[in-house]
């Protein structure tokens, strides 16, 4: 052994000999003594180079102020949130979150019906849209033959970067029809009497919104949900095919099983989008502070109350509780995220999240 | 039981690469049959024919024929048919992460729609036992992940998930190599207990393991069949050269 080493030292010394470098500093007369091996040029170059602690705590330091600037962001719109609406909250206290009152006459405000119309609206998205997106991306990872992939991929991803306000008029004129003529009297007919489908049908509605905005999040859902299946290694699948499963039961149980924390995470994000969407939800969902069991009804969200009065609010009363509004809002999606949380981590716990 | 394997004019390809070549061989029933060669010879291609799993890959084809006791299972049955008769284990251990240790066991019974709790909890057990995996974890049956374990631990989860199922073959591709060699020494000693019950064929880049489990052993190169024999044979007086220099490791 000890010979050996001897050797690569002996072999290292060549090397460093025989670089132009060395030549170079011999020609030029510098005498290296005989056995001492000189510094390399990449050795002098990186010895050159010093600690770089400083640059490094200055990364350090701008790293730390970008994450800080996320406390910063929430505490200034919580704040500005409360402090504009303190006449509203002065008048009505806690009661306002569960009253259904909107009168500007009367100066009358609570925010419930708009909390319903928005959850409402929402979860009828999320109804229609998280079957539809987790089978898109099913497909897309697990099914599509290859020249399918690239086109369906990018027609998902194309569908998150119309503007809302082109979805809204899109429903006004195509969708609301459909949905009047074709779909909400065969919901009547059929499902009526849950009394989720009951007349009026103007085709404007909580229904309506709920449609569009599933046309909206859909993207979001199945573009995210789709990466996350794709990191679910193959390892996985072939455990489950081994076992002679079908393709539908390593789908269940090697894709959609490991990827669901991501899946869950997705519909979060989803919903995220649905809960503050304004515009589309504003030309459809009908704008009547109504809360009613129907969802062909029709009812109003809170950032359509929002964008819809906000120039029109004639007296600070008014604003305020508008801008309360705002805070209802801010408060439902801390909520709703807070509770998605909570059920990630009870769907999670005990089992790794190796595959997230 | 186990059963006899007979395999007949066996060629496969991915895409344009022919990986088996004209693979004519019977594997015994109740039998260790060692598989060894260089990487890239096509033993793992050969042992994915067995189970079908080699053609799960979209450009990969195969003709020939192979009979799995009484079935030939490129004509009488479909894949998971096949699958079902036949238990794998990986190379790299694949336990299911976001299930527990007791669910990982009964994955294979509940997939095929297997419900019974009591029979069910006996199988676990068993197939446990068997996988000399039992006495480390039957406290932690229902409450740890697969994925929580060492990995030989893992991999005997595999092996244990694979015989819960009471296979007729167990095929196994270098199910040690990403172990320890205390792991594998268990994995061999499982083997070794495995073949009275299952015939078992088990892929290997190491020969001494081939020596110690395997009655029969198989050299491939370049995606065919050099010499089979059995293991005794192919390690002291190898018919072929290629065999002698391989095993000999005077092999590139």
């Given at each position: 052994?000890?010979?050996?080493?001897?050797?690569?030292?002996?072999?290292?010394?060549?090397?460093?000999?025989?670089?132009?470098?060395?030549?170079?500093?011999?020609?030029?007369?510098?005498?290296?003594?005989?056995?001492?091996?000189?510094?390399?040029?990449?050795?002098?170059?990186?010895?050159?180079?010093?600690?770089?602690?400083?640059?490094?705590?200055?990364?350090?330091?701008?790293?730390?102020?970008?994450?800080?600037?996320?406390?910063?962001?929430?505490?200034?719109?919580?704040?500005?949130?409360?402090?504009?609406?303190?006449?509203?909250?002065?008048?009505?206290?806690?009661?306002?979150?569960?009253?259904?009152?909107?009168?500007?006459?009367?100066?009358?405000?609570?925010?419930?019906?708009?909390?319903?119309?928005?959850?409402?609206?929402?979860?009828?998205?999320?109804?229609?849209?998280?079957?539809?997106s987790i089978g898109v991306s099913v497909f897309i990872t697990e099914m599509s033959p290859k020249f399918l992939r690239g086109p369906l991929s990018f027609l998902t991803e194309l569908l998150?970067?119309?503007?809302?306000?082109?979805?809204?008029?899109?429903?006004?004129?195509?969708?609301?029809?459909?949905?009047?003529?074709?779909?909400?009297?065969?919901?009547?007919?059929?499902?009526?009497?849950?009394?989720?489908?009951?007349?009026?049908?103007?085709?404007?509605?909580?229904?309506?919104?709920?449609?569009?905005?599933?046309?909206?999040?859909?993207p979001?859902?199945s573009s995210l949900t789709r990466e996350v299946m794709t990191a679910v290694?193959g390892?996985?699948r072939?455990?489950?095919?081994?076992?002679?499963?079908?393709?539908?039961?390593?789908i269940?149980?090697?894709v959609?099983?490991?990827?669901?924390?991501?899946?869950?995470?997705?519909?979060?994000?989803?919903?995220?989008?649905?809960?503050?969407?304004?515009?589309?939800?504003?030309?459809?969902?009908?704008?009547?502070?109504?809360?009613?069991?129907?969802?062909?009804?029709?009812?109003?969200?809170?950032?359509?109350?929002?964008?819809?009065?906000?120039?029109?609010?004639?007296?600070?009363?008014?604003?305020?509780?508008?801008?309360?509004?705002?805070?209802?809002?801010?408060?439902?999606?801390?909520?709703?995220?807070?509770?998605?949380?909570?059920?990630?981590?009870?769907?999670?716990?005990?089992?790794?999240?190796?595959?997230? | 039981?186990?059963?006899?394997?007979?395999?007949?004019?066996?060629?496969?390809?991915?895409?344009?690469?022919?990986?088996?070549?004209?693979?004519?061989?019977?594997?015994?029933?109740?039998?260790?049959?060692?598989?060894?060669?260089?990487?890239?010879?096509?033993?793992?291609?050969?042992?994915?024919?067995?189970?079908?799993?080699?053609?799960?890959n979209p450009i990969?084809?195969?003709?020939?024929?192979?009979?799995?006791?009484?079935?030939?299972?490129?004509?009488?049955?479909?894949?998971?048919?096949?699958?079902?008769?036949?238990?794998?284990?990986?190379?790299?251990?694949?336990?299911?992460?976001?299930?527990?240790?007791?669910?990982?066991?009964?994955?294979?019974?509940?997939?095929?729609?297997?419900?019974?709790?009591?029979?069910?909890?006996?199988?676990?057990?068993?197939?446990?036992?068997?996988?000399?995996?039992?006495?480390?974890?039957?406290?932690?049956?229902?409450?740890?992940?697969?994925?929580?374990?060492?990995?030989?631990?893992?991999?005997?989860?595999?092996?244990?998930?694979?015989?819960?199922?009471?296979?007729?073959?167990?095929?196994?591709?270098?199910?040690?190599?990403?172990?320890?060699?205390?792991?594998?020494?268990?994995?061999?000693?499982?083997?070794?207990?495995?073949?009275?019950?299952?015939?078992?064929?088990?892929?290997?880049?190491?020969?001494?393991?081939?020596?110690?489990?395997?009655?029969?052993?198989?050299?491939?190169?370049?995606?065919?069949?050099?010499?089979?024999?059995?293991?005794?044979?192919?390690?002291?007086?190898?018919?072929?050269?290629?065999?002698?220099?391989?095993?000999?490791?005077?092999?590139?």
């Open positions: 052994m000890p010979v050996s080493v001897t050797k690569d030292v002996e072999k290292l010394k060549d090397t460093s000999v025989a670089s132009p470098q060395e030549t170079a500093a011999t020609h030029s007369g510098a005498s290296t003594p005989q056995g001492v091996v000189d510094v390399s040029s990449v050795r002098k170059f990186l010895m050159a180079r010093g600690n770089s602690a400083v640059a490094d705590r200055g990364f350090r330091w701008l790293m730390i102020a970008c994450a800080m600037s996320i406390f910063a962001i929430v505490a200034l719109i919580a704040s500005e949130l409360i402090a504009r609406s303190q006449l509203s909250i002065a008048k009505f206290g806690i009661g306002f979150f569960f009253k259904q009152a909107w009168n500007p006459v009367t100066g009358d405000y609570g925010a419930l019906t708009f909390i319903y119309g928005t959850l409402a609206s929402s979860i009828v998205a999320l109804i229609i849209a998280v079957p539809l998150a970067a119309i503007p809302s306000v082109v979805y809204g008029l899109w429903a006004v004129f195509v969708l609301v029809p459909i949905l009047r003529d074709d779909v909400n009297p065969v919901l009547m007919k059929t499902l009526g009497w849950t009394g989720f489908f009951a007349p009026p049908n103007f085709g404007q509605g909580v229904m309506t919104a709920g449609v569009i905005l599933a046309i909206m999040i859909l979001i859902i290694p390892s996985q072939e455990a489950v095919l081994a076992l002679g499963a079908t393709r539908w039961e390593m269940r149980m090697g959609l099983r490991n990827a669901r924390i991501g899946i869950v995470g997705s519909i979060i994000l989803g919903l995220g989008r649905a809960l503050g969407e304004t515009m589309a939800v504003t030309m459809v969902i009908g704008n009547r502070p109504e809360i009613v069991k129907s969802l062909l009804a029709p009812g109003y969200s809170m950032a359509s109350v929002i964008a819809n009065e906000f120039t029109e609010a004639s007296d600070s009363l008014y604003l305020s509780a508008l801008v309360e509004i705002g805070l209802a809002l801010f408060l439902v999606t801390i909520i709703v995220n807070g509770l998605a949380r909570l059920l990630v981590w009870a769907v999670t716990r005990g089992a790794s999240a190796r595959v997230a | 039981m186990g059963v006899g394997i007979e395999v007949k004019d066996l060629n496969a390809w991915y895409g344009s690469n022919h990986t088996l070549q004209d693979i004519n061989l019977n594997i015994q029933p109740n039998e260790a049959t060692a598989l060894i060669g260089p990487s890239g010879c096509g033993k793992s291609t050969f042992v994915r024919c067995l189970n079908r799993m080699h053609e799960t990969a084809k195969v003709t020939g024929s192979v009979r799995i006791g009484d079935l030939d299972i490129y004509n009488d049955a479909s894949p998971v048919e096949v699958r079902r008769r036949i238990g794998m284990v990986f190379q790299r251990p694949n336990p299911f992460p976001t299930m527990s240790i007791y669910d990982n066991v009964a994955s294979g019974l509940r997939l095929n729609g297997f419900r019974n709790r009591r029979v069910l909890d006996e199988v676990v057990e068993r197939s446990l036992k068997h996988a000399a995996l039992w006495d480390e974890v039957k406290d932690e049956l229902k409450k740890k992940s697969g994925a929580s374990l060492s990995g030989g631990q893992q991999q005997r989860l595999c092996i244990a998930r694979a015989l819960a199922v009471d296979p007729e073959v167990l095929l196994m591709d270098e199910p040690a190599s990403a172990l320890d060699p205390v792991s594998t020494a268990k994995i061999e000693d499982l083997i070794f207990q495995l073949k009275s019950q299952y015939t078992i064929i088990i892929v290997t880049h190491n020969m001494q393991q081939a020596a110690r489990v395997a009655e029969r052993t198989g050299f491939f190169l370049n995606g065919k069949l050099v010499e089979f024999d059995s293991t005794h044979k192919i390690f002291t007086n190898p018919r072929d050269k290629r065999t002698e220099d391989y095993i000999t490791g005077r092999f590139g």
